[in-house]
């Protein structure tokens, strides 16, 4: 397979294009960025004797066409999603090229599920949101609903543990990536109104809600609601769910931040531009090697932080400091990096059931959503993806398979998914 990677000089596309080169399916991989040194330096030092770089623009459409046209599958990790992700799987359709991305907003994830009649007619597969979350978020989603007979709510999240710091490393200095898109897709998806599933209809409300998380064996933890796919998809898969979030487990302080940045940003008084331009500053501020470019989660967190006690003391109005002020600081358990928790019943009575993972792919924010995508293009290639049409990851991909590839991709590995696995219920 000739292969087309978007955005691969980015912090995520590095580390999918250098999984997806040690594929026997993988012939070629264009590297395609718009910088076109870090397109070629990706290509040389990521991917090898299969990697070639390109510099395009995504927006002009006829050289995107260009590109596609001579491609069998094109990786799309070029964010922010709302602003590029359906007019790129729309030029992959128009080419009959394969298509998958790490979509992470919620909003162009169901303008791309409404273009399956055209991706069938064309006789491609797009699988939206192969990534982190939405993707192994996902995928442990199904696992949590396996262990229960019915399932009637799902929760997936982002927690704050640190029993996993061999999954976290940061990159080595030099390597470059930058985080930008991340930072401005989590915060319009902590403004504006997000969808929800509550009574079993999708309802618009305000994001950053208190939703308590029970997770078997740790206790109930109250996390907070963002926008973001997966509830808006998962119920395609379970129509009997009456429940369905996607929440970030933060330290008080950080969430009240948000709840600042929110207002000013519903408001008009900042933009998103100018709002990721602080949390860049704040993320990097405490990222141990500057040269990096990327913080780790970790040092994200603490420059938040940093950030909110700063902005405590300089600018925020009073009510949104007393919130920072007063944020509580023992909340709950501490939960996994990423999980899924599902309530419904199990013989007969309620039940809980958790999925999360023993160890995380490495290399941080980037090995968790690029080696998640590139073992999708493996499971595509290999032909065990095979219907047509545009897909959320629960519609085609059997999550035993694919925790399976990726046990030996973590750090620590695992052996299996029985070994990289971790579910548990209660009662």
Not at 179 to 196: N, T
Request: charged letters at 20%; one cysteine or more.
């Amino acid at each position: 397979m000739r292969i087309v990677a978007l955005g691969a000089g980015g912090g995520m596309g590095r580390y999918a294009v250098r999984t997806a080169a040690t594929f026997a399916c993988v012939e070629q991989i264009v590297v395609v960025d718009r910088d076109e040194a870090r397109a070629r330096e990706v290509a040389d030092n990521w991917v090898g004797e299969k990697g070639v770089s390109a510099r395009a623009d995504i927006t002009d459409l006829e050289s995107l066409k260009h590109l596609l046209d001579q491609a069998d599958v094109v990786l799309n990790t070029t964010g922010p999603f709302y602003m590029f992700g359906p007019s790129i799987l729309e030029a992959a359709i128009d080419s009959s090229c394969h298509y998958l991305d790490i979509c992470d907003d919620w909003e162009p994830t169901l303008d791309m599920l409404a273009m399956d009649g055209e991706a069938r007619k064309a006789g491609i597969t797009a699988v939206l949101g192969m990534g982190a979350s939405p993707g192994i978020t996902n995928l442990l989603a199904v696992k949590a609903a396996q262990a229960l007979d019915s399932t009637l709510s799902l929760i997936t999240g982002w927690g704050e543990s640190t029993d996993d710091p061999e999954g976290l490393e940061e990159l080595q200095p030099g390597t470059g990536g930058s985080f930008r898109a991340a930072y401005d897709h989590w915060l319009k998806q902590v403004s504006g109104a997000i969808r929800v599933l509550e009574g079993g209809e999708f309802v618009a409300t305000t994001p950053l809600q208190e939703i308590p998380v029970v997770f078997p064996g740790s206790g109930t933890r109250i996390a907070h609601t963002v926008g973001h796919p997966e509830p808006v998809t998962l119920p395609r898969r379970y129509p009997e769910l009456k429940a369905s979030y996607n929440v970030m487990v933060l330290p008080g302080e950080v969430i009240a931040l948000l709840f600042w940045l929110r207002r000013r940003i519903d408001s008009g008084r900042t933009s998103i531009a100018e709002a990721t331009a602080l949390v860049q500053e704040a993320a990097e501020r405490l990222t141990p090697d500057p040269r990096s470019r990327r913080p780790q989660w970790e040092a994200t967190k603490k420059g938040l932080a940093w950030l909110a006690g700063k902005l405590a003391r300089r600018q925020m109005g009073m009510e949104d400091a007393l919130r920072f002020i007063r944020a509580p600081k023992d909340v709950g358990p501490n939960l996994p990096v990423l999980f899924a928790c599902a309530e419904g019943i199990k013989d007969g009575g309620e039940a809980y059931a958790a999925a999360s993972l023993a160890s995380l792919p490495a290399g941080s924010m980037g090995g968790m959503t690029g080696i998640p995508l590139a073992l999708g293009l493996d499971m595509l290639g290999s032909g065990i993806i095979e219907r047509r049409g545009v897909f959320a990851p629960e519609d085609v991909i059997d999550p035993d398979a694919f925790f399976d590839r990726l046990a030996p991709l973590c750090s620590p590995q695992a052996d299996g998914a029985g070994a990289l696995l971790k579910v548990v219920q209660s009662p």
